[in-house]
């Protein structure tokens, strides 16, 4: 994952650059930040990765950051760090979406390991978006006919109930489908189900 | 012959009537009627010679001459030479001419006295015969009729007023004859002359009397038994001018013996002024006035002249003896009371608990009471007339000399200001140190002036016992707050230590990592990264040597401190609270400020005790507006320190409480803290302050003098 960076946002100068250390011995792209709103201010969307944030800040607070994040829709997977009286909190952050938390003074495999899960998902889920990104363009190139035998066959209806439904002839009906599969590109019945709940859930 | 006289009379009182009137007083011995008749002829002489003037007869009794003489009621005196003698020198008259006196053809110029008795009375020869018998005379102050009688007795050894059985006065001459003649007394004493008169009128014969201590010569025609002296002076008194008593004087003198003025008065006419020591060595004698002082008394002529005074100086005698009696009594009664006084004085003295003394100007002990002797060891004579500060006050309690022109009993009489000195030492007597503390008060005495001192003391051993165990027990109260601060801030501490051991334990295996992937050129990388972990590795040890600082049992004593540095170690116990309550910081440290003697655990408990509440005060109010600050500064000799939060500031009601123990506006906490803070300050002979900032918030202001101040807490 050459081109995914570890954000790692920290007051503690020290605490800060030996993770970045840390990071770059594993192999891994590492930026400092010692707020949550100089990350805010110097992270666009685009950039992969994953951040280690220090839940105890002045300022904005590791929660506060997290929560800020979800309104902007920037969905890095967090790892929080948390002294041992914090875990209240991380839990917290746990409930609202955190990746992970680990606790100080933590191993140095253990925090690698997720970090390196972390970028995993991170990496995962940007391709899942792109994925449904391509199955949402080729839904929305379906007729408004096409689209009601789609919904109805996620639905799980039968060919003759969908032609009672919509009022047409089976033939037709099995003309849409044909048309349907083959504009979503899906290999079977349920590879076009999936692809459509993806779509549709969000 | 009356004509002839009252014509000029007449005329004379006609022509003279713008005529001076010019009085003569004369000794009125035989009765005033006789005296007139025999003088006034004498004062129509003079008018007639100077006819300037009206002259005229005052006739006097013996008792009236003194008062008519000094009042200035006459202008001229005729009395016998024994009062002139006496007027002479009271009050000054001078004589002018002495009479002659008449006998038959003769005219002489002395007279004397005789001593007669019955003729039958062959007993009475000499006046020693006269003893034990009765004797009559004139007047006390008849010359011939009586004093110059009396110098004769005196002159053959005879004290007629002790040896004679009685001296009579008949009052003139002729009654004494004819007292005489009746037998009523042994003997009698008139001036010559009388006798042979009264014969001549046919009243007496000369053979009924016999004549005591009879003398003869000197050409006198007359019987006499004493010696002669001259006859009666013409004088005149002080107010009459010279050149009147001139013209009188020659007047008289100038009048023929045959005269019959002079034949009226029974005289012959006047010579010049006689000697009259005669009459002076007479009084002399007789210790008679103007003599009567003379040297030779007798106890007994000081008792009969002066007896009324004696008698009065014995009275006061009597008076002054009962008076000292009295003064004697009341002194011994005096004395009683003194004693009483000083007895109570002493009781009272004794029974204090607390040892006094008294000191004077020059530093000695006047005075000790009992329980200064039971406290100190020394006994009163010990003490008293010694130097005070020698013995007790010579040596201060660190052991440096103490010189006397230091020592606060001095000082107190020298400036009149009394003192109070609650924390000094005395020396015993067997070596030992007491802690005292004393009064001394200036004494004065009874004309205001300042003559030593009173000190009152008292040995504080106890009082110091129990302040140290005041001070043991809130140095420990003190401590068990730390460790409950301690154990409150202890999450936040082992965070700020989880700080560098995560830091330290990253480094490392990031080092470990790059090592064992053999990478080349990572070297000076590695080494960078080492030294970074050491000084993790140091700032670790830094908080845990802080923590156990704070923690232990702080040593009794003092040191100079840093406030600066004080508050730089206190922020490293700060900062994860700060971190967690998301609180900034703010530092305001005057640079190079003096260095505080004072126990510097404490005053970092106070600095952290307060801070905490300040940043705990804060966690209602929005995460921006959480400030707090620390200002340290030099204020008017003193290190002030401010401890400011935003909070919402103390409620007006609980402000004047804070300060007490167990009142707290906080839900956790005893209440403890602000109570033992301000404890710490004073005993620093600080003060701790509720200030009110500008905006919301509490502002704490400690402020610590510079000096060592109190060493007792």
């Known amino acids: 994952m050459p081109d995914s960076t570890v954000f790692i946002i920290d007051d503690d100068e020290a605490v800060r650059d030996s993770l970045s250390w840390l990071m770059k011995s594993a192999g891994l792209h590492a930026q400092t930040f010692d707020s949550a709103d100089g990350f805010l201010d110097g992270y666009e969307d685009e950039r992969p990765g994953c951040l280690i944030l220090d839940i105890r800040m002045p300022g904005m607070n590791g929660l506060e950051l997290q929560s800020e994040l979800k309104r902007r829709d920037f969905r890095l997977p967090i790892i929080i760090i948390s002294g041992h009286a914090d875990v209240p909190m991380a839990v917290r952050a746990l409930k609202a979406g955190a990746f992970d938390f680990i606790e100080k003074p933590f191993n140095d495999e253990l925090l690698l390991d997720l970090v390196r899960r972390a970028l995993e998902q991170d990496r995962k889920q940007r391709e899942d978006m792109a994925e449904t990104d391509a199955c949402r363009a080729r839904i929305d190139s379906l007729t408004p006919r096409e689209r009601e035998v789609l919904d109805l066959v996620v639905e799980g209806a039968s060919n003759k109930q969908i032609s009672a439904e919509l009022g047409v002839s089976l033939k037709t009906v099995e003309a849409h489908r044909a048309k349907v599969m083959d504009k979503l590109q899906a290999e079977s019945l349920s590879h076009l189900v999936r692809m459509a709940v993806s779509v549709i859930e969000r | ?713």
Request: hydrophobic letters at 40%; aromatic letters at 8%.
């Open chain 2, 1 to 713: 012959m009356r004509l002839l006289f009252v014509l000029p009379l007449l005329l004379l009182g006609v022509v003279a009537q713008a005529a001076q009137p010019i009085s003569i007083g004369v000794l009125s011995h035989r009765g005033d009627e006789a005296t007139l008749s025999h003088w006034s002829a004498t004062a129509d002489y003079l008018t007639e010679q100077l006819p300037d003037y009206r002259f005229s007869i005052n006739p006097l009794d013996f008792e009236e001459v003194d008062t008519a003489v000094g009042d200035g009621a006459v202008d001229f005196i005729l009395v016998n030479p024994a009062i002139y003698v006496n007027l002479e020198v009271n009050y000054r008259v001078s004589r002018i001419a002495t009479m002659k006196n008449r006998w038959g053809d003769k005219a002489y110029n002395t007279f004397g006295g005789v001593i007669f008795a019955r003729a039958e009375r062959y007993d009475l020869n000499s006046l020693a015969d006269l003893k034990s018998g009765t004797l009559m005379a004139v007047n006390e102050s008849s010359l011939g009729g009586y004093m110059m009688a009396l110098r004769e007795f005196k002159a053959a050894g005879i004290e007629p007023y002790r040896e004679l059985r009685d001296i009579s006065f008949a009052g003139t001459h002729d009654r004494v004859v004819m007292a005489v003649r009746k037998g009523l007394v042994d003997a009698g004493t008139v001036r010559t002359d009388i006798l042979e008169r009264m014969a001549d009128e046919g009243r007496i014969n000369l053979n009924e009397f016999r004549i005591i201590n009879q003398q003869t010569g000197e050409d006198f025609p007359l019987v006499r038994s004493t010696r002669l002296y001259p006859e009666w002076p013409f004088s005149k008194v002080r107010h009459t001018p010279n050149t009147l008593a001139r013209q009188v004087s020659i007047a008289l003198a100038e009048m023929p013996e045959n005269h019959p003025a002079a034949l009226r008065g029974n005289y012959a006419g006047w010579t010049i002024p006689l000697d009259y020591q005669p009459v002076h060595d007479l009084l002399q004698e007789l210790l008679l006035p103007p003599y009567q002082y003379s040297q030779q008394f007798t106890l007994l002529d000081v008792w009969q002249r002066y007896w009324a005074w004696l008698f009065s100086g014995l009275i006061l005698l009597f008076i002054m003896g009962g008076l000292t009696t009295w003064v004697l009594r009341l002194n011994r009664e005096l004395s009683h009371a003194k004693q009483r006084l000083e007895q109570r004085h002493a009781l009272i003295l004794d029974s204090v608990a607390d040892g006094i003394y008294g000191v004077d100007t020059d530093g000695n002990s006047t005075f000790v009471n009992r329980a200064m002797e039971g406290i100190t060891g020394w006994s009163a004579a010990e003490l008293i007339g010694k130097n005070q500060h020698q013995l007790l006050h010579h040596t201060r309690a660190d052991g440096s000399p103490h010189p006397g022109e230091e020592c606060p009993v001095y000082h107190t009489f020298r400036d009149n200001v009394p003192r109070y000195v609650d924390d000094d030492i005395f020396w015993c007597k067997d070596g030992h140190s007491i802690p005292v503390e004393y009064s001394s008060t200036p004494i004065r005495d009874e004309n205001g002036e300042i003559n030593g001192a009173v000190v009152v003391f008292r040995d504080i051993t106890e009082r110091k016992k129990s302040a140290e165990e005041a001070r043991q027990h809130q140095m420990e109260m003190a401590h068990v707050a730390r460790l409950s601060t301690m154990g409150e801030m202890a999450s936040g501490i082992a965070h700020e230590l989880n700080q560098p051991l995560s830091a330290i334990s990253n480094y490392t295996h990031g080092s470990i990592r790059m090592l064992k992937s053999g990478q080349e050129g990572i070297r000076e990388q590695l080494i960078e990264v080492m030294e970074r972990v050491a000084s993790q590795a140091e700032r670790a040890g830094e908080i845990i040597r802080q923590l156990r600082r704070f923690i232990r049992k702080e040593e009794p004593d003092r040191k100079w401190v840093d406030i600066n540095q004080l508050i730089n170690e206190l922020v490293t116990f700060l900062q994860p609270e700060l971190r967690k309550a998301g609180v900034s910081l703010r530092l305001e440290l005057q640079e190079a400020l003096p260095q505080l003697w004072a126990h510097d655990i404490q005053l970092e408990q106070v600095l952290l005790n307060l801070t905490r509440n300040a940043i705990e005060a804060m966690q209602d109010v929005p995460l921006s507006r959480r400030k707090l600050l620390i200002r340290s500064s030099l204020l008017a000799g003193k290190v002030e320190i401010l401890v400011e939060d935003t909070g919402h500031g103390i409620d007006e009601k609980v402000r004047e409480t804070i300060f007490e123990p167990f009142i707290t506006t906080k839900e956790q906490g005893m209440g403890l803290g602000l109570s033992i803070s301000r404890g710490i300050i004073e005993a620093h002979g600080g003060r701790l302050l509720l200030d009110t900032p500008a905006g919301d918030g509490t502002r704490l202001r400690i402020s610590l003098p510079l000096d060592k101040g109190e060493e007792g807490a």
